[in-house]
């Protein structure tokens, strides 16, 4: 028998936690801990302790798919990547921004560079764009123009070294638990912890103070919070003067937010913001911590901005124990925008509209001239295919039918393309849709690196040969980029092109395979060979051209839509423990699928009780874009009004009743934590 032990970090959540991989006779048998691995330290929670059960899944794809007259049968790599190559150079001769790709944060950081590669060299277009466009793009954003880098400030570790933590729109516990694990290490130390949400989650039953906040005003709360910290003098007028720039005109703003008045918009009482913005005001080392409960609305950049002032206000940045940190929820969400899957940007956050930025990389990815023009983001680029102004689009590792807002829209603009290629590990709902299908390999038969949500840059280590013809993402790139002609991805190892990454990149300019072997990975930015990596930002200046912070004063805006006697509830969405995104992967997890498999809808009791609904009653959730049918799940841990659905499972998605029409003018995020809805009894 022969056993093997490959340490490489989880699949899942933007924690990015180590964990050995254990081999039997060359197959993948379990998960063992990896205790030198810094975020963790040995400990995994239950996605992790099971995330070898969808390797050798039954359903994986093992060869290519062409699709015929409706049908999928196999097909070689060759007759595959030809078919592609012809379809494309055709679209490219038209117009080549009439193709785009779909990026996943769920791929390697080399998978990721190369597709962002290959298609502003070879098909020449910036229509590239990942998930975080509809997670933290309003942190990339919002964190870019306040601070100048859009990432976490501080380091996972680094929490347990707060007095007070303040937690808004996040649920540490479940959706992040090894950073809810520092949350409590951090409680029992002494820090005080405020939590903000519409739910009593398992993070607000650490609390020290709960503010149970109506969805959508967290603008006017946070601008509250800045009101008090102003009127106590607890301001850091220090901080304020030698390292920021625009505090008196939020200093006016701020001033029309008295505790008495928002209490009626966020239906938190007067006493309790004033004694959140002492706690938070008055503690040494303050630190934030947020999610997609921020991000996910359409006035998602506000309220990421509005976090900004709140820490810079209190001068809690660039220091230990404190700072601003987005939890990024999936795997290598930082390391995919990082490498430049984005479209606007190249890898390394560099604005390619301008002519150098575009000289540069044209010399270091020796190519032609590139293409100026802005990308589309995702939602631009399905409406586009909606109204067939898109002939094709790729997708690696996504699954928008599932993921993106209005499902039975989204499946209309991909029916509509001429060519839609997916490349995944299992026919997901999106692959079924596609004309050709290429198999992957999954994380556990990949090398490469994933940057976690602390700009962790950690080393995934294959622990087994791909299953059936199943390539690399990043090799079928370099395939399909040799049929088109193309000599620019002659690439050898994941190594090979980690170094190219490397000098693109100058926040992975110091970093070497090599370098990452060490357990602990590098943080960027890490500009040099010597240098140890960076585990808190703007300690001595900002990362803005200038190195100040910028405060950018915020008034509440109204949400798209608000409860009326037609649909009388907001509906928020959020994850659960057990599952990952849209269950393509944690849903072939028998241990996982034995705990958790069925959708549900969190009620209130009273709510309940006025429409009559029992515990576990079938009902029909309605709102203005469409209705699903769920089970009702009664608990006093939702707020009265408030109703709570999970986004794991297909039979009753969010997105079936989500709308992409309204959106944030600045990140196109649409509205998906405060939707209005009705619910109604199934009669029979
Ligand atoms: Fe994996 Fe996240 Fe769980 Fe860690 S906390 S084991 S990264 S899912």
Same mark, same amino acid.
């Given at each position: 028998?022969?056993?093997?032990?490959?340490?490489?970090?989880?699949?899942?959540?933007?924690?990015?936690?180590?964990?050995?991989?254990?081999?039997?006779?060359?197959?993948?048998?379990?998960?063992?801990?990896?205790?030198?691995?810094?975020?963790?330290?040995?400990?995994?929670?239950?996605?992790?302790?099971?995330?070898?059960?969808?390797?050798?899944?039954?359903?994986?794809?093992?060869?290519?798919?062409?699709?015929?007259?409706?049908?999928?049968?196999?097909?070689?790599?060759?007759?595959?990547?030809?078919?592609?190559?012809?379809?494309?150079?055709?679209?490219?001769?038209?117009?080549?921004?009439?193709?785009?790709?779909?990026?996943?944060?769920?791929?390697?950081?080399?998978?990721?560079?190369?597709?962002?590669?290959?298609?502003?060299?070879?098909?020449?277009?910036?229509?590239?764009?990942?998930?975080?466009?509809?997670?933290?793009?309003?942190?990339?954003?919002?964190?870019?123009?306040?601070?100048?880098?859009?990432?976490?400030?501080?380091?996972?570790?680094?929490?347990?070294?707060?007095?007070?933590?303040?937690?808004?729109?996040?649920?540490?516990?479940?959706?992040?638990?090894?950073?809810?694990?520092?949350?409590?290490?951090?409680?029992?130390?002494?820090?005080?912890?405020?939590?903000?949400?519409?739910?009593?989650?398992?993070?607000?039953?650490?609390?020290?103070?709960?503010?149970?906040?109506?969805?959508?005003?967290?603008?006017?709360?946070?601008?509250?919070?800045?009101?008090?910290?102003?009127?106590?003098?607890?301001?850091?007028?220090?901080?304020?003067?030698?390292?920021?720039?625009?505090?008196?005109?939020?200093?006016?703003?701020?001033?029309?937010?008295?505790?008495?008045?928002?209490?009626?918009?966020?239906?938190?009482?007067?006493?309790?913001?004033?004694?959140?913005?002492?706690?938070?005001?008055?503690?040494?080392?303050?630190?934030?911590?947020? !999610?997609?409960?921020?991000?996910?609305?359409?006035?998602?950049?506000?309220?990421?901005?509005?976090?900004?002032?709140?820490?810079?206000?209190?001068?809690?940045?660039?220091?230990?124990?404190?700072?601003?940190?987005?939890?990024?929820?999936?795997?290598?969400?930082?390391?995919?925008?990082?490498?430049?899957?984005?479209?606007?940007?190249?890898?390394?956050?560099?604005?390619?509209?301008?002519?150098?930025?575009?000289?540069?990389?044209?010399?270091?990815?020796?190519?032609?001239?590139?293409?100026?023009?802005?990308?589309?983001?995702?939602?631009?680029?399905?409406?586009?295919?909606?109204?067939?102004?898109?002939?094709?689009?790729?997708?690696?590792?996504?699954?928008?039918?599932?993921?993106?807002?209005?499902?039975?829209?989204?499946?209309?603009?991909?029916?509509?393309?001429?060519?839609?290629?997916?490349?995944?590990?299992?026919?997901?709902?999106?692959?079924?849709?596609?004309?050709?299908?290429?198999?992957?390999?999954?994380?556990?038969?990949?090398?490469?690196?994933?940057?976690?949500?602390?700009?962790?840059?950690?080393?995934?280590?294959?622990?087994?040969?791909?299953?059936?013809?199943?390539?690399?993402?990043?090799?079928?790139?370099?395939?399909?980029?040799?049929?088109?002609?193309?000599?620019?991805?002659?690439?050898?190892?994941?190594?090979?092109?980690?170094?190219?990454? %490397?000098?693109?990149?100058?926040?992975?300019?110091?970093?070497?395979?090599?370098?990452?072997?060490?357990?602990?990975?590098?943080?960027?930015?890490?500009?040099?060979?010597?240098?140890?990596?960076?585990?808190?930002?703007?300690?001595?200046?900002?990362?803005?051209?200038?190195?100040?912070?910028?405060?950018?004063?915020?008034?509440?805006?109204?949400?798209?839509?608000?409860?009326?006697?037609?649909?009388?509830?907001?509906?928020?969405?959020?994850?659960?423990?057990?599952?990952?995104?849209?269950?393509?992967?944690?849903?072939?997890?028998?241990?996982?699928?034995?705990?958790?498999?069925?959708?549900?809808?969190?009620?209130?009791?009273?709510?309940?009780?006025?429409?009559?609904?029992?515990?576990?009653?079938?009902?029909?959730?309605?709102?203005?874009?469409?209705?699903?049918?769920?089970?009702?799940?009664?608990?006093?841990?939702?707020?009265?009004?408030?109703?709570?659905?999970?986004?794991?499972?297909?039979? !009753?998605?969010?997105?079936?009743? %989500?709308?992409?029409?309204?959106?944030?003018?600045?990140?196109?995020?649409?509205?998906?934590?405060?939707?209005?809805?009705?619910?109604?009894?199934?009669?029979?």
């Amino acid at each position: 028998m022969k056993l093997e032990i490959t340490p490489t970090i989880c699949p899942y959540c933007g924690c990015g936690c180590g964990l050995n991989l254990v081999s039997v006779n060359e197959k993948i048998k379990g998960v063992e801990p990896w205790k030198r691995n810094p975020v963790n330290e040995g400990k995994l929670c239950p996605k992790g302790n099971f995330s070898h059960e969808f390797v050798n899944h039954k359903q994986r794809l093992k060869t290519p798919l062409i699709k015929e007259n409706g049908k999928f049968r196999m097909a070689s790599w060759d007759e595959a990547l030809n078919s592609i190559a012809n379809k494309f150079k055709t679209i490219i001769d038209e117009d080549p921004d009439l193709i785009a790709f779909l990026s996943s944060a769920r791929c390697t950081n080399e998978d990721n560079y190369v597709l962002q590669k290959f298609a502003r060299t070879v098909i020449g277009t910036n229509n590239i764009d990942n998930c975080a466009a509809l997670c933290h793009g309003p942190t990339v954003s919002g964190l870019n123009l306040t601070f100048g880098s859009g990432a976490m400030t501080n380091s996972i570790s680094d929490i347990e070294k707060s007095d007070c933590i303040f937690i808004i729109g996040s649920n540490p516990l479940e959706q992040h638990p090894l950073i809810g694990r520092r949350i409590i290490r951090a409680k029992s130390n002494g820090a005080e912890i405020i939590v903000i949400d519409p739910r009593y989650t398992p993070t607000a039953k650490q609390a020290d103070l709960f503010l149970p906040l109506i969805p959508g005003t967290d603008v006017a709360l946070i601008n509250s919070l800045m009101h008090v910290i102003i009127q106590e003098g607890l301001e850091d007028i220090d901080f304020i003067e030698n390292r920021t720039l625009g505090f008196e005109k939020l200093r006016d703003i701020v001033k029309n937010y008295p505790p008495e008045s928002v209490e009626k918009v966020t239906g938190i009482p007067a006493t309790k913001i004033e004694e959140a913005a002492l706690m938070y005001g008055k503690a040494g080392n303050s630190s934030i911590i947020y !999610c997609l409960g921020i991000t996910e609305h359409t006035m998602g950049m506000d309220n990421v901005m509005s976090l900004s002032n709140l820490a810079m206000l209190t001068g809690n940045i660039g220091k230990e124990g404190a700072g601003l940190n987005p939890l990024r929820g999936q795997n290598n969400v930082q390391g995919v925008c990082d490498v430049g899957a984005l479209p606007f940007l190249y890898p390394g956050y560099k604005k390619y509209v301008l002519d150098p930025v575009r000289e540069e990389a044209e010399c270091q990815w020796g190519c032609g001239e590139l293409n100026g023009l802005p990308g589309l983001q995702m939602v631009e680029i399905l409406e586009a295919a909606h109204e067939c102004r898109m002939k094709a689009i790729f997708i690696m590792g996504e699954n928008p039918v599932f993921s993106e807002p209005e499902t039975l829209k989204v499946k209309e603009s991909l029916l509509n393309l001429e060519t839609l290629v997916v490349q995944d590990i299992f026919l997901t709902e999106t692959a079924e849709l596609a004309d050709i299908v290429l198999p992957a390999t999954s994380w556990a038969e990949k090398n490469g690196t994933f940057t976690n949500t602390e700009r962790r840059v950690q080393r995934v280590r294959k622990a087994a040969d791909p299953l059936g013809e199943a390539r690399a993402d990043w090799q079928i790139f370099c395939d399909l980029a040799k049929v088109m002609g193309s000599s620019l991805f002659s690439y050898a190892s994941e190594e090979e092109i980690f170094s190219e990454i %490397t000098k693109i990149t100058p926040q992975y300019a110091g970093m070497t395979w090599k370098r990452l072997e060490n357990a602990d990975g590098l943080q960027w930015p890490c500009p040099s060979k010597n240098h140890p990596g960076t585990p808190v930002l703007h300690m001595e200046k900002f990362a803005t051209s200038h190195g100040k912070g910028v405060f950018k004063p915020i008034e509440l805006r109204s949400l798209p839509e608000t409860p009326d006697e037609e649909y009388p509830f907001i509906l928020s969405t959020g994850r659960v423990i057990f599952h990952y995104h849209n269950s393509n992967m944690t849903g072939k997890s028998e241990t996982l699928q034995n705990e958790s498999s069925l959708s549900f809808v969190e009620i209130h009791p009273e709510d309940a009780d006025k429409l009559g609904i029992k515990n576990h009653e079938q009902i029909k959730i309605k709102n203005r874009h469409g209705e699903i049918k769920t089970k009702a799940r009664i608990t006093s841990d939702i707020a009265q009004g408030v109703l709570f659905l999970p986004i794991h499972f297909l039979d !009753c998605a969010p997105n079936l009743l %989500t709308n992409s029409k309204v959106l944030d003018p600045s990140t196109k995020m649409p509205e998906l934590k405060a939707l209005t809805a009705r619910i109604e009894k199934i009669s029979g």
